[in-house]
């Protein structure tokens, strides 16, 4: 093969070492973007240790059959090929926490749960050819401003996680060894964030995590009993819960969590054919919403929620300079592995609420300076752009601040703008198109 015929960096095929590190590299940053999502929703839902496992289980099994769909050439003409790490979207937390907490049983919620996930996953993949022709609807000031609001959103996770029960009762005050230790954790963060460079520098959050949970078991906060009851290999079949049940409310829901989703993986899918200089054209963008839909149809028939595309990931693909689509690939096939060992769902679980408090401000900060990042490529003269952005926020924090804001609604009402997330989002995209109607009509022509 001469130089002309060289393969595209994206579709080399690495020597075995090489893949198998890259793929660890991955797969570890993979997991500790993931396991906030089913650990917030076992807090909000009060799950029993054995489903919290399971979920985990779930949820990391998942992103690996995700990720294994979007790298490979799994279904022909259908996915993309492009080395991208697939992982829970968080935006599904505040919806999944009612979704359980308003069903008569967790099981009855987790079947309405995978339902909707299953319904929406086949609207995204019916609409992926068209979504091209809407991309306009969702420009950078949208897409920036949703992910503000998205960490904005979660941001109140890290008082909960720090106040246990007693997070809404305004009487109490947080226990001064619980402040400490989640200081100590808090600025230990922050000194190694200074300091790591290159690989160690992605992995201050778990480094940060090790240290917090040796620390917590020094005060005797940590409780392994669960991991060593937990066995060493589980299978996550399908429907574990049931046979899924339709919820109206629940599905409208969900279907706004995916729009949402389409719009959050274009603007990632560009990046990365940024990156390993792949034509992002028509099919290719229907390649990735199709691929989408189906690995969100996948995820909710093995009890996981609708996944999407890791920003930190990106990062690392970025920084190592490799392209290849076949570490992801091997990257999926051990999240796929893990997602097997229950063992390992059970040490992560096991980690205490204060240890993630320490470090809620970081996990979920990230994503509010991703979204500030975004907002580089907008101009604010001449425009209402400010506006969309402070409005946005200022809805998205109503059930935040007052979680019994809409308790009084329809049921429709309370389960989208009783969501920061989602009444934050549509707030975004309801007056981009009504203050930027021009700039939209025209990009059209």
């Given at each position: 093969?001469?130089?002309n015929d060289?393969?595209?960096?994206?579709d080399?095929?690495?020597?075995?070492r090489?893949?198998?590190l890259?793929?660890?590299?991955?797969?570890?940053?993979a997991?500790?973007?993931?396991?906030?999502?089913?650990?917030?929703?076992?807090t909000?839902?009060?799950l029993?240790?054995?489903?919290t496992?399971f979920?985990?289980?779930?949820?990391i099994f998942g992103?690996?059959?995700s990720?294994?769909?979007?790298?490979?050439n799994?279904?022909?003409?259908?996915?993309?090929?492009i080395p991208?790490?697939?992982?829970?979207?968080?935006?599904?937390?505040p919806i999944?926490?009612t979704?359980?907490?308003?069903?008569?049983d967790?099981?009855?919620?987790f079947?309405?749960?995978?339902?909707s996930?299953?319904?929406?996953?086949v609207?995204?993949f019916?609409?992926?050819?068209?979504?091209?022709?809407?991309?306009?609807?969702?420009?950078?000031?949208?897409v920036?401003t949703?992910?503000?609001?998205?960490?904005?959103?979660?941001?109140?996770?890290?008082f909960?996680w720090?106040?246990?029960?007693?997070a809404?009762?305004?009487?109490?005050?947080?226990?001064?060894q619980t402040l400490l230790?989640?200081?100590?954790?808090f600025?230990?963060?922050i000194i190694?964030s200074?300091?790591f460079?290159?690989?160690?520098?992605?992995l201050t959050?778990?480094i940060?995590l090790v240290?917090?949970?040796?620390?917590?078991?020094?005060l005797?906060m940590v409780?392994f009993?669960?991991?060593e009851?937990a066995?060493w290999?589980?299978?996550?079949?399908?429907?574990?819960?049931?046979?899924?049940?339709?919820?109206l409310?629940?599905?409208?829901?969900?279907?706004?969590a995916?729009i949402l989703?389409?719009v959050?993986?274009?603007?990632?899918?560009?990046?990365?054919?940024n990156?390993?200089?792949?034509?992002?054209?028509?099919?290719?963008?229907?390649?990735?919403l199709?691929?989408?839909?189906?690995?969100?149809?996948?995820?909710?028939?093995?009890?996981?929620v609708?996944?999407t595309a890791?920003?930190q990931?990106?990062?690392?693909?970025?920084?190592?300079?490799i392209?290849s689509?076949?570490?992801i690939?091997?990257?999926?096939?051990?999240l796929?592995?893990i997602g097997?060992?229950p063992?390992?769902?059970a040490?992560?679980?096991a980690i205490p609420?204060?240890v993630?408090?320490?470090?809620?401000f970081?996990i979920?900060?990230?994503?509010?300076g991703?979204?500030i990042?975004?907002l580089?490529?907008?101009?604010?003269?001449?425009?209402q752009n400010m506006?969309?952005?402070?409005?946005?926020?200022?809805?998205?924090?109503?059930p935040s601040?007052?979680?019994?804001?809409?308790?009084?609604f329809?049921?429709?009402?309370?389960n989208?703008?009783?969501?920061?997330i989602l009444?934050?989002s549509?707030?975004?995209?309801?007056?981009n198109?009504f203050?930027n109607?021009?700039?939209?009509?025209?990009?059209a022509?």
């Amino acid at each position: 093969m001469n130089k002309n015929d060289r393969l595209p960096e994206v579709d080399e095929k690495l020597p075995l070492r090489q893949n198998l590190l890259l793929g660890l590299q991955h797969t570890v940053i993979a997991v500790l973007a993931a396991i906030p999502v089913p650990l917030l929703i076992s807090t909000n839902a009060g799950l029993t240790p054995e489903q919290t496992r399971f979920f985990i289980n779930a949820i990391i099994f998942g992103a690996g059959l995700s990720s294994l769909l979007m790298s490979l050439n799994i279904i022909p003409k259908t996915t993309p090929m492009i080395p991208m790490v697939m992982g829970a979207n968080f935006a599904i937390v505040p919806i999944a926490s009612t979704t359980l907490n308003d069903a008569p049983d967790i099981a009855t919620g987790f079947q309405i749960i995978a339902g909707s996930t299953m319904i929406v996953g086949v609207f995204c993949f019916l609409a992926a050819p068209f979504w091209i022709k809407l991309q306009r609807f969702f420009p950078p000031i949208v897409v920036g401003t949703n992910l503000i609001v998205l960490g904005v959103s979660l941001l109140p996770n890290t008082f909960h996680w720090l106040m246990g029960d007693k997070a809404y009762d305004l009487t109490e005050s947080i226990n001064y060894q619980t402040l400490l230790m989640a200081l100590a954790i808090f600025v230990f963060h922050i000194i190694i964030s200074k300091y790591f460079k290159g690989l160690l520098g992605n992995l201050t959050i778990l480094i940060s995590l090790v240290f917090g949970t040796l620390l917590a078991f020094s005060l005797g906060m940590v409780d392994f009993s669960s991991v060593e009851e937990a066995p060493w290999f589980g299978l996550n079949l399908p429907f574990h819960y049931g046979i899924p049940k339709f919820n109206l409310t629940a599905t409208l829901s969900f279907l706004i969590a995916i729009i949402l989703g389409m719009v959050e993986i274009s603007g990632t899918a560009m990046g990365i054919h940024n990156i390993v200089d792949k034509e992002m054209n028509k099919s290719q963008f229907r390649r990735v919403l199709q691929s989408l839909g189906i690995t969100t149809f996948v995820s909710g028939l093995f009890n996981g929620v609708q996944p999407t595309a890791f920003v930190q990931n990106v990062g690392i693909l970025d920084l190592s300079k490799i392209k290849s689509r076949f570490a992801i690939a091997t990257s999926g096939f051990m999240l796929v592995l893990i997602g097997f060992i229950p063992k390992f769902s059970a040490l992560i679980s096991a980690i205490p609420d204060p240890v993630l408090g320490g470090l809620g401000f970081a996990i979920f900060g990230i994503i509010i300076g991703s979204g500030i990042n975004i907002l580089k490529q907008v101009s604010f003269e001449g425009n209402q752009n400010m506006l969309i952005i402070g409005l946005s926020v200022g809805i998205c924090m109503l059930p935040s601040v007052y979680p019994n804001f809409y308790a009084n609604f329809p049921d429709i009402i309370q389960n989208i703008f009783g969501s920061g997330i989602l009444a934050g989002s549509l707030t975004a995209i309801t007056l981009n198109l009504f203050f930027n109607f021009k700039e939209i009509r025209n990009s059209a022509n």
